[in-house]
C-alpha cells in the first residue's frame, strides 16, 4: 500500500513536472512564432553562419527550407497552406510567377542596400525596373572537364563536345533548355529560339553526340566528376566551383559561341506571413560584407558590385566565374517560352535520350 | 455498453451489420482507388489551356511515346524473366533447407531498406573506381564501363525486385504435397518430367502472382532509370514525372498514365486468367 502512494506521488509530481515545462515551452513558442522568418532557398545556397548572425542582430527566428527545382517550389507556393516568406526562383520562373499573380511587388524604399548591386544585373527584361526580384548570384553554363583523364582535348568551342576522342566520357544534367540550348548555340542559333526548323536542327545534330554521352543525370554530376568517374561534363558554373574545390585537376570553361547566363533571385511570394521581416532579411543579404562572405561559401557569382571588393582577387579577376563585358555579350538569359514551348522542348529532349544507345 | 454489444451481436447475424462493416473498405476504395484514377482520367482530356480535346491520345500515338511504350515493355520483360530465373530455383532451394523460414528472411530484409540508399549504393560499387571494377583489374580483365548500361539497370533492377518474386513461389513451393512428388515417381517419371508435369503446374500460380508484383513496378520505374542508367533507359514512369515535374502539362502526363494503367490491367488479366481453375485444383490435393 505504501508503495503504491508513493507511486502515484511519484506520477503526480512528474506529471505536474511537464505540464509546467509545457506550459514555458508553449510560451517561449508562441513569442518566436510572432517573429520568425520562413526561407524557401535551393539546398547548400547560403552560409549557415549568416542565418545564425542575422537572427542575433534581429531577434527573428528563422526557418529554413529548400527545394530542388523551380517547378516544384513554384507547385508548394501555387497551392498554398504554406507561409513563405523569402524565395529564390530562377529568372524564367520569376516571370512565370509574376504571370500567375504569385509575387509581392518590392518596396524599395526599405531596401536601401539595393545601391550596392551592380546595374548591369539591373532591370533586365524578365523583371522590368526590378518590380518583383533583386539577383542574389548568376552564373553561365559550360563544360567542366578534367584534362589528366583526357589526351588535350580542349574546349573553346561547343563542337569540342563531337570530338571522337571522347567516346562515353561526357556525362551532362537532365534539363532540356540546358541541353537543347546547348546544341541551338552551337549552331549559332539563340538558345530562347522557338523556330521549328532550328529546333529540329539541333534536336539532329545532338543525336550525333550520342556516341559520346557517358550519362544523362542530376546533381550526382558534381560528385561523378569529383572522383574521376567522368572527364567532361556540360554543367552551370557553380557546380563547376564546386567540383573545383574538391578535384584540382579540374578546370571551367565558356565555349565561344556564347551560352546561357541565369540568374536567381530573390523574391517575396504571395504566401508571406512577416513581410517586415521579409525586407529586412533581403537587406541584410545585401549588405557587402554580407553577400562577400555568402559567395565565397556557396561558390556562384554575386552581382553585388560592392562586395566584390571584399572578395578574393583570384577569383573576382577569373574570367570564368566573372566574365568580363566583352565576354557576357554572347551570353544569354533564359526567356518563358511558354508551357506549349516547354513541352516542346521537353519531347525533342525526349528524343535525343531515346536515341541515346 | 450494452448496447454495443447488441450491435457487434446483430453485426455478426445481420445483413444491415455487414453492410456497416464494408463502410470502411468502401469509402477507401472510393476515396483512394476510384477518385484518383477517375481525377487522372478526368485530366487526360484537357490541354495546356484547360481547353477540352483529345489530342493527348493522338499525341500518344504518334510521337515518340509509342516508341517508350515498346522499350519499357522490353525492359521490364527483362527484367520479369531473369527475376524469374533466379527467383524459382531459390524458392525452391530454401524450401529444402531445415530453417527455411530463417533463410526467407535473410533474403526479405533488404528489401526494407529505402530504394533510394541502395541505389546510391551501387553507383559506389559499380562506378570506374568501384570495388567491382577492382576486382576486374586485378582478375586481369581490366576496368569495364559498368553503370550506365543496360547491363546495370537490369542487374540492379532485379536484385530490387527479387524478393518480391521469391515469396509467391517459395509459399506455392512449401504448400506442394511432397506425396505428389513422391507419387509422380514411383510412378516412372524421370526428375524433369516431374518438374515440368506436377511442379511447375501446381506452382505457376505463385510464379503468376510473382510476375504480377515484379512486370506492373518494373514498367513504371524512374529512379532507377537516371540513377544507374543515366537515361539510356526510359520508361513510362520517367515520361509521367517529367512532363508533371518539367513540363507541367498534366494533360499529357495523365494521358501516358491511362495508358500504363490499361497495359497494367491486361498485364493482370492475362496473368490471373484461370486462376479460379488452377486454385481449385491447388486446394484438392
Known amino acids: 500500500m505504501k508503495a503504491l502512494v508513493r507511486g ?104 536601401p542596400n539595393i545601391k550596392n548591386i551592380d546595374p548591369y544585373f539591373m532591370d533586365l527584361p524578365f523583371d522590368p525596373n526590378n518590380t518583383y526580384s533583386i539577383p542574389y548570384f548568376w552564373g553561365t553554363l559550360g563544360i567542366a572537364y578534367n584534362p589528366t583523364l583526357l589526351e588535350g582535348q580542349t574546349f573553346e568551342s561547343w563542337d569540342n563536345l563531337w570530338d571522337p576522342s571522347l567516346k562515353q566520357q561526357v556525362v551532362t544534367v537532365d534539363s532540356a533548355r540546358e541541353v537543347l540550348g546547348m546544341s541551338l548555340n552551337s549552331l549559332g542559333y539563340s538558345l530562347n529560339s522557338t523556330n521549328v526548323d532550328e529546333l529540329r536542327e539541333a534536336t539532329d545534330k545532338l543525336k550525333t553526340l550520342s556516341p559520346n554521352i557517358k550519362a544523362v543525370i542530376g546533381d550526382e554530376v ?25 578535384n584540382e585537376d579540374i578546370t571551367y570553361v565558356v565555349p565561344e559561341e556564347g551560352s546561357n547566363l541565369w540568374f536567381d533571385n530573390i523574391v517575396i511570394p504571395k504566401t508571406v506571413k512577416n513581410i517586415d521581416g521579409a525586407y529586412e532579411f533581403i537587406n541584410f543579404m545585401l549588405r557587402p560584407e ?68 | 455498453m450494452r448496447d454495443l454489444k ?102 526479405i530484409i533488404p528489401s526494407w531498406i529505402n530504394l533510394l540508399l541502395k541505389t546510391y549504393a551501387f553507383i559506389g560499387l559499380m562506378g570506374l573506381y568501384g570495388p567491382v571494377n577492382a576486382l576486374l583489374e586485378t582478375v586481369g580483365i581490366g576496368k569495364q564501363q559498368i553503370l550506365f548500361t543496360d547491363f546495370s539497370f537490369v542487374f540492379v533492377s532485379v536484385y530490387i525486385f527479387i524478393p518480391f518474386m521469391i515469396l509467391p513461389i517459395f509459399n506455392a513451393l512449401d504448400k506442394l504435397n511432397p506425396a505428389l512428388i513422391d507419387a509422380s515417381r514411383d510412378l516412372g517419371a524421370n526428375a524433369w518430367t516431374t518438374f515440368r508435369r506436377v511442379i511447375w503446374p501446381l506452382t505457376l500460380n505463385g510464379v503468376k502472382s510473382g510476375i504480377q508484383v515484379v512486370f506492373i513496378p518494373a514498367l513504371s520505374l524512374f529512379m532507377i532509370t537516371r540513377l544507374i542508367a543515366g537515361n539510356k533507359v526510359i520508361t513510362l514512369g520517367t515520361a509521367i514525372e517529367q512532363q508533371f515535374l518539367v513540363t507541367q502539362n498534366w494533360g499529357m502526363g495523365s494521358t501516358i498514365a491511362v495508358f500504363l494503367i490499361l497495359f497494367m490491367v491486361v498485364i493482370l488479366l492475362l496473368t490471373t486468367a484461370n486462376e479460379r481453375g488452377m486454385a481449385g485444383s491447388g486446394k484438392k490435393r
Open chain 1, 8 to 111: 502515484a506521488v511519484l506520477i503526480a509530481a512528474t506529471a505536474a513536472i511537464l505540464i509546467i515545462i509545457n506550459a514555458q515551452l508553449a510560451k517561449s513558442g508562441a513569442q518566436s512564432g510572432g517573429n520568425t522568418l520562413t526561407v524557401y532557398n535551393w539546398g547548400e545556397y547560403i552560409d549557415p553562419d549568416l542565418i545564425k548572425q542575422f537572427e542575433k542582430e534581429t531577434g527573428i527566428n528563422v526557418i529554413y527550407e529548400t527545394f530542388d527545382s523551380n517547378e516544384g517550389m513554384m507547385g508548394k507556393i501555387e497551392q498554398g497552406g504554406t507561409s513563405y516568406d523569402i524565395t529564390v526562383p530562377s529568372e524564367y520562373m520569376v516571370e512565370m510567377m509574376r504571370e500567375k499573380d504569385l509575387l509581392i511587388p518590392l518596396d524599395y524604399d526599405k531596401i
Open chain 1, 222 to 246: 558534381t560528385q561523378m566528376m569529383m572522383n574521376n568517374e567522368a572527364a567532361v561534363s556540360l554543367i552551370w558554373s557553380g557546380q563547376a566551383a564546386d567540383m573545383m574545390s574538391e
Open chain 2, 6 to 107: 447488441r450491435m457487434v451481436r446483430r453485426m455478426k447475424t445481420n445483413r444491415a451489420g455487414l453492410r456497416l462493416s464494408m463502410v470502411p473498405y468502401s469509402l477507401w476504395i472510393l476515396l483512394f482507388v476510384i477518385a484518383p484514377i477517375g481525377l487522372i482520367v478526368y485530366y487526360s482530356f484537357f490541354d495546356l489551356s484547360g481547353n477540352f480535346t483529345f489530342d493527348n491520345y493522338k499525341n500518344f500515338f504518334t510521337s515518340v511515346y509509342l516508341k517508350l511504350t515498346v522499350s519499357s515493355f522490353w525492359y521490364a520483360f527483362l527484367i520479369t524473366f531473369f527475376s524469374l530465373l533466379i527467383s524459382y530455383p531459390t524458392a525452391y532451394f530454401l524450401t529444402k533447407l531445415k530453417h527455411k523460414q530463417l533463410w526467407l528472411l535473410l533474403i
Open chain 1, 290 to 357: 554580407v553577400a562577400a562572405q555568402n559567395a565565397d561559401y556557396v561558390g556562384y557569382s554575386t552581382p553585388n558590385k560592392k562586395a566584390l571588393s571584399l572578395l578574393d582577387p583570384e577569383v573576382v579577376s577569373d574570367d570564368r566565374y566573372y566574365p568580363d563585358e566583352k565576354a557576357r555579350e554572347h551570353l544569354e538569359v533564359y526567356k518563358d517560352l511558354g508551357l506549349e514551348m516547354l513541352g516542346t522542348y521537353n519531347e525533342l529532349f525526349l528524343e535525343f535520350k531515346m536515341n541515346m544507345k
